[in-house]
């Protein structure tokens, strides 16, 4: 897979992303209409937070770190009789941890909304509905724990485009429920929602992988040779998802704190993330995602050449798109959270709390697909200890910061606090990976940036200008318009070589 397949792959994933973000914006501005930042909705974000988050613990993190790498590396060698006895191995621990982490998680869900929001022990009808909520919800685990395995294993068939879409189907679950059952059972609606959608991620994943002929057998038992081997790079692993989750866990904590940080900062801190996480999951996970397998190629074939290569170039691509994204997002925060959330239930305060958050969330878009891609590489060479140890100095970092900012800044210093520690955990992941390949670009990485960050300069103060001068309906498309326009032009006046690239590449495709 060169870079114009690589391309290509994150070009399928970004699409179908976008469709997802897209629907899963419909389905926030449903639940912004019906809910705001108000009881029902801190209740839910809460509830569904907690399985939501463990998914990335022994779901998705697990196949990126392990599975991926290890299955791989039979594909390479063309042992297609382990690889699938593997895979089918694999889907029985999946599903025996999974269930059993459920029923754990069921069972003890009053102590684990305390710990995650501690803010709700003084107000008893929320921290009660939460209760109620988490335990009805956490089902899902087992459901997207699944979806998430099976998504490594038809992302190392190379085929990406039913995972991608997967998540459209969740979304789509969610609207339907908004539409016919909020209005008649509230927040409850919700909850079908989420466990329907579970439910069709995980079908058309399973549907795909039959039609390669991976099929599930509980007769292969628990046992491989490799199991091992998954096991050492999962353990550090999921030791890094849950250092990541506890960064989301203290910010819902302390966002909880109402008499420090105002009412709403759960939801508020909710739907900033949504935001960021548009173009983050577009391209920047996509990248990230549709890189692992050729990464891991290059390291079992040792071609540490290409690695590098691979690498740098996919910095310099997350760089060219995720510069004016945060720049744009800074720009027009309050224009987008009104056009998008502001009705019914989600009142001036709704937009006020949650612009302050995305404000300094985009401070950090660039860290944040930097690292992922960083973790990455170091995923195809099978370490998965490193991440671990730069997550954990991010997270004392997060925290100190956080106690520091919340009082002057309120949801501003948490968000602002999040993208510095995000920033230094690049910096080092980057340092460490220096050291130990040799030379990664770093002079051609910085150009880039540099010059893209000029270009993204001038989009910015377009968007601020012509923003000012159009109502809120259609000054944003206008303003986006504008703003891209200029910065095409100022990257082609700067000589951004990464578009250039890209514009060509579309072009031979035509």
Request: glycine share 8%; charged share 15%; proline share 3%.
């Amino acid at each position: 897979m060169d870079k114009k397949h690589l391309i290509k792959s994150t070009g399928i994933i970004g699409l179908a992303t976008a469709v997802s973000r897209i629907l899963g914006f419909v389905r926030d501005i449903f639940i912004a209409n019906f809910f705001g930042t108000g009881m029902a909705a801190q209740a839910f974000f809460v509830a569904f937070r907690i399985p939501n988050s463990l998914r990335d613990l022994v779901g998705e993190g697990a196949t990126n770190a392990a599975i991926v790498p290890v299955l791989t590396g039979y594909k390479a060698r063309g042992e297609k009789k382990e690889f699938l006895r593997i895979s089918k191995v694999l889907f029985n621990i999946s599903f025996a941890s999974l269930s059993a982490l459920t029923l754990i998680g069921i069972i003890i869900s009053p102590l684990i909304v305390r710990l995650i929001a501690p803010g709700f022990i003084r107000e008893l009808p929320v921290l009660q509905l939460t209760v109620q909520l988490n335990r009805m919800i956490f089902p899902y685990l087992i459901l997207i724990g699944l979806t998430a395995y099976t998504m490594g294993i038809l992302n190392t068939e190379k085929h990406f485009a039913a995972p991608a879409f997967g998540p459209c189907f969740l979304n789509i679950a969610l609207i339907l429920a908004c539409v016919w059952l909020c209005p008649k059972i509230g927040v409850m609606g919700l909850v079908i929602g989420v466990l329907a959608g579970g439910v069709l991620q995980l079908a058309i994943n399973m549907a795909a992988m039959y039609r390669k002929g991976i099929t599930k057998d509980f007769r292969e038992g628990f046992r491989h040779p490799k199991k091992k081997k998954i096991g050492l790079l999962l353990i550090p692993r999921a030791f890094g998802s849950a250092i990541y989750q506890m960064n989301i866990f203290v910010d819902t904590m302390l966002a909880s704190l109402s008499w420090i940080v105002g009412s709403g900062g759960v939801a508020a801190l909710y739907y900033a993330n949504r935001l960021i996480q548009f173009p983050l999951a577009i391209f920047g996970l996509a990248l990230a995602q549709a890189a692992l397998p050729k990464m891991s190629h290059e390291f079992s074939t040792n071609d540490m050449k290409g690695l590098k290569d691979t690498l740098s170039f996919s910095l310099r691509m997350t760089f060219l798109i995720m510069i004016p994204a945060s720049i744009g997002l800074a720009v027009l925060g309050i224009p987008i959270i009104k056009t998008l959330f502001q009705r019914g239930e989600f009142t001036d305060y709704s937009t006020y709390i949650t612009n302050s958050a995305l404000f300094f969330y985009a401070f950090g878009l660039c860290a944040y697909g930097g690292i992922k891609l960083l973790v990455t590489c170091f995923y195809s060479m099978h370490d998965t200890m490193t991440p671990v140890k730069t997550a954990l100095i991010s997270l004392i970092l997060n925290v100190a910061l956080n106690l520091i900012l919340m009082w002057p800044m309120k949801l501003g210093g948490l968000a602002l606090a999040t993208s510095i520690s995000a920033t230094v955990n690049f910096i080092i992941l980057y340092s460490i990976l220096k050291k130990r390949i040799g030379r990664l670009g770093t002079r051609e990485i910085a150009d880039s940036f540099l010059r893209v960050l000029l270009a993204g300069v001038i989009m910015g103060v377009v968007l601020k200008f012509t923003m000012a001068r159009t109502d809120r309906a259609t000054g944003i498309l206008l303003s986006m318009i504008a703003g891209a326009a200029a910065f095409i032009l100022a990257a082609y006046i700067f000589k951004v070589k990464e578009l250039e690239k890209m514009f060509a590449w579309v072009s031979k495709r035509r």
